[in-house]
């Protein structure tokens, strides 16, 4: 059915029906007065370098000067016109509209265009590297640009509650202050550049099957101090340009529907002075009532929207409430300056191939793929197997590939955010360019020609995991995933392998964690590679081979089990989201991980010293600060990530065991001894005080914990929060 209606998007879409219309555009002249509007401190900040008082006051004019029907035409979509979704401006007045295009790993398939497929945000959320995830928002903005893109439906930052979620690897994190950070970068990247970000899905959206239809039911403490702070740090600290609301539910409301979320939280709270769209076809589900909820425009195209002109010509609704809306969008297009820009030629698509798949671009969607692939495992203990020496492996037959993708194109779902790169790079190809002609050796089954050729080798490579068949969008792609283990088949590959040689390495690709507990030790080195797009076998292969050293750390929690998660429920139409998931519930358990949130290996070895606090006692309003000497007692450079969870000794509510609340990175000479700085503004310790219906931070004690991921802690120390 959405296949369908997306099929009519493509080939034409339709406009309004003759009697919705209502009077014409060129309508007999009117004196319609529209209310005054002051620019507020957040107007400002949301128009940047630009005159947000003459923007305001020409938005003023234009609402006196556009019709009723003009106004709400900016309030819908036009569907797929000259290679973007459009929501069309208004060409008598000067006003361009909008050019919307997924996605989250480049330019969208639907553009029919090609693109650098940068690596899914899961690997990229690996790199825990914001200045580098911001480098990948500047090359994708001018991606979409050159395919006359002005408005990129990105970054998806709802959190990996359960890894079984099919948009995983859309996302960044299961937690929210590294979903954040990763997130806040993309958003200056795309919007340095000129290009509005959208931050998606807005809110708790974080199951596919039932994604049009359920209800998440949330405490408002889990909504406030769990499913919200990315959002709104991207709202306050990146001043995103644009918000879509999710399709779901959320205590009984859709998010199309709730002024909760997009009127007292959004813009009351937080001063979101941008738009908000809906998510596409069904994601509107009211006239009056989302708009007064606060959604502005529904997309792709007109269909309950229709129904406030049908209001407004009967008086139900306000034209003031309409201009409310028209407002947003109009600063939005004013404030990035979308005016500036020649204007277009219908039936002619913006196409300028030159700027897409530029050297730049591939380097850096290489350069992410390697700083997200996360060392998992690295036997024996004695002599680990990786970096693998170059000058060994340059015989005929010095490597046996192995695996379902080992020679596949796996760059991810085919959903919303497919992209179509002209190339590339399987993991096939990417150890062939590092190695003589002939040394490596590819197998499609584990036969008696590759049994022999694995008794002459000197390593074996599996390269494994999901595909697009396996976890997705749904409707369009495969949806959720039915389980957290390999395949089975793939599991009886390793292990046949594993019994054969002692130099294994296991390559797992997916959009987040697969269970491994069962075989792995079977292995002797594990790597988690998300999907690594365009150059992703170059990556791989430069850290197999010890050209770069492998630096990812996980962004989400590898259980031995599934059922150490909470139930992963993607049938019922009601789904309770609790406070804990992902690291917070498995340490309240007193379950380890497998493979624990922040964990990689690093082919060297850090050192980690006792951190000194600098600020025993800090005020409500202040930062806390404290130093960590790191130093590389190994013998290769690596990058170190030192992770600070916090936790609130002797809360008047209950709380997770700890939490990340800072990260820092750094990249270290063998020998070497550098200090990291990690700062966490006591702000960032508040609980949602249910009662008093308002954020806290609390006057009491908290330990703040270093560590190299959730479960390691190296050390703690004590510090105070006074007055709060
Ligand atoms: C997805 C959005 C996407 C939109 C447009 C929807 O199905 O949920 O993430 O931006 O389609 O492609």
Redesign the pocket.
């Known amino acids: 059915m959405r296949a369908a209606l997306l099929a009519l998007l493509l080939l034409g879409c339709p406009s309004a029906a003759p009697g919705d219309a209502g009077p014409d555009a060129a309508d007999a002249p009117r004196t319609y007065v529209p209310e005054p509007f002051a620019p507020t401190a957040e107007t400002i900040a949301y128009c940047g370098a630009r005159d947000d008082a003459a923007i305001e006051a020409r938005i003023t004019e234009l609402l006196a000067e556009l019709t009723p029907d003009e106004k709400i035409d900016l309030l819908a979509g036009d569907g797929l016109r000259d290679g973007t979704?459009e929501v069309s401006g208004v060409p008598r007045l000067g006003l361009p509209g909008l050019h919307?295009l997924?996605?989250p790993r480049g330019l969208?398939s639907?553009t029919g265009l090609n693109g650098t497929a940068f690596p899914v945000a899961i690997l990229r959320g690996a790199s825990w590297d914001p200045a580098l995830e911001e480098r990948v928002g500047r090359a994708m903005a001018l991606e979409h640009r050159s395919a006359g893109a002005d408005v990129i439906?990105a970054p998806?930052m709802n959190l990996l509650r359960h890894p079984r979620w099919g948009r995983a690897q859309e996302t960044y994190s299961e937690d929210s202050h590294h979903m954040g950070a990763m997130a806040l970068a993309f958003v200056r990247g795309v919007q340095r550049e000129g290009v509005i970000a959208?931050a998606?899905?807005y809110a708790a959206n974080s199951i596919e099957d039932t994604?049009h239809t359920v209800d998440v039911v949330i405490d408002p403490r889990t909504l406030r101090e769990v499913y919200l702070p990315h959002f709104e740090r991207v709202v306050v600290e990146g001043r995103v340009g644009s918000v879509?609301s999710a399709?779901n539910r959320v205590n009984g409301l859709y998010c199309d529907e709730q002024p909760l979320l997009l009127q007292t939280i959004l813009r009351e709270e937080w001063g979101f002075a941008g738009f908000v769209e809906s998510?596409?076809?069904w994601?509107t589900h009211g006239d009056v009532s989302s708009l007064r909820a606060g959604l502005d425009i529904e997309?792709?195209v007109e269909v309950e929207f229709r129904g406030l002109r049908r209001a407004l010509r009967s008086g139900a609704l306000d034209e003031r409430d309409v201009d409310r809306a028209v407002r947003r969008v109009l600063r939005a297009v004013l404030c990035f300056g979308l005016d500036e820009a020649a204007p277009r030629t219908p039936g002619t698509r913006i196409d300028r191939p030159e700027e897409r798949e530029t050297a730049e671009h591939l380097a850096l969607a290489r350069e992410v793929a390697r700083r997200g692939l996360v060392l998992l495992r690295n036997g024996p203990a004695a002599a680990p197997l990786l970096p693998l020496d170059p000058a060994a492996h340059a015989a005929a037959g010095a490597v046996v590939l192995l695996g379902r993708n080992a020679e596949r194109e796996n760059i991810g779902d085919e959903?919303?955010?497919a992209v179509d790169p002209s190339d590339v790079v399987t993991a096939r190809e990417g150890l062939e360019a590092r190695l003589p002609a002939g040394a490596v050796v590819t197998f499609a089954a584990l036969d008696d020609a590759a049994r022999a050729a694995i008794a002459a080798a000197e390593t074996v490579v599996i390269v494994t995991g999901l595909t697009a068949e396996d976890e997705g969008?749904s409707?369009?792609a495969a949806g959720d995933r039915e389980t957290l283990a390999l395949p089975e088949a793939e599991v009886a590959l390793v292990r046949a392998v594993a019994a054969l040689t002692d130099r294994l390495v296991v390559v797992l690709e997916g959009g987040a964690a697969i269970t491994s507990a069962a075989w792995d030790g079977e292995t002797e080195a594990l790597l988690f590679a998300g999907y690594p797009g365009s150059e992703g076998g170059h990556a791989l292969a430069e850290v197999l081979f010890g050209d770069h050293p492998p630096t990812g750390r996980l962004p989400f929690s590898v259980p031995v089990a599934e059922g150490d998660l909470p139930p992963f429920d993607n049938v019922s139409e009601e789904v309770v989201y609790g406070y804990l998931h992902g690291y917070r519930h498995l340490l309240s358990e007193a379950t380890p991980a497998h493979y624990p949130f922040g964990f990689g290996l690093s082919t060297t070895r850090f050192i980690l010293g006792a951190p000194r606090l600098l600020t025993p006692t800090v005020g409500a309003t202040g930062t806390v600060e404290l130093e960590v000497d790191v130093t590389n007692e190994g013998p290769r450079a690596g990058t170190e990530t030192v992770q600070l969870y916090v936790a609130a000794v002797g809360s008047r509510v209950p709380r997770a065991p700890r939490d990340l609340r800072a990260f820092a990175q750094l990249t270290l000479a063998p020998g070497e001894t550098a200090t990291v700085t990690l700062r966490v503004p006591a702000r960032d310790l508040r609980f949602w005080d249910e009662e008093a219906s308002s954020y806290e931070v609390e006057a009491i004690a908290y330990d703040a914990f270093v560590g190299t991921d959730a479960e390691r802690t190296t050390g703690v120390v004590r510090f105070t929060v006074e007055g709060g």
Do not use: A, N, V
Request: proline share 4%; no cysteine; net charge negative.
């Open positions: 979704w919307m997924d996605g969208s639907f439906l998806t959208s998606k899905h994604r879509m399709y998510d596409w076809i994601g997309m792709p959903g919303s955010s969008e409707d369009i």
